[in-house]
């Protein structure tokens, strides 16, 4: 990844991760966007309450202790598969 960030620069990795989600699928007809999936395992991993499961994400983004980062490592990017 070092090689290459240096090669592209994060400008380079700016633009290729904008490139990869704008051809991203799920890009379908409008009956394709709105199917959404039910959730399989509610309440086995996370509360099955939305407000309850709500409640314990804002808890753990409030406790969340994030370090100043000067120069970004990795990125995380969403791919099909």
Request: aromatic fraction near 10%; avoid cysteine; charge should be neutral.
């Given at each position: 990844m070092r090689a290459l960030s240096k090669k592209l620069g994060i400008a380079g990795l700016v633009f290729t991760t904008l490139v990869c989600l704008a051809v991203a699928p799920g890009t379908g007809s409008p009956a394709e966007k709105q199917?959404?999936?039910?959730?399989?395992?509610?309440?086995?991993?996370?509360?099955?309450?939305?407000?309850?499961?709500a409640n314990m994400v804002d808890g753990f983004l409030a406790a969340a202790k994030v370090p100043e980062v000067k120069e970004p490592v990795a990125l995380v990017v969403p791919h099909a598969g």
């Open positions: 199917a959404v999936r039910l959730p399989a395992v509610a309440g086995a991993f996370y509360p099955a309450n939305a407000g309850e499961l």
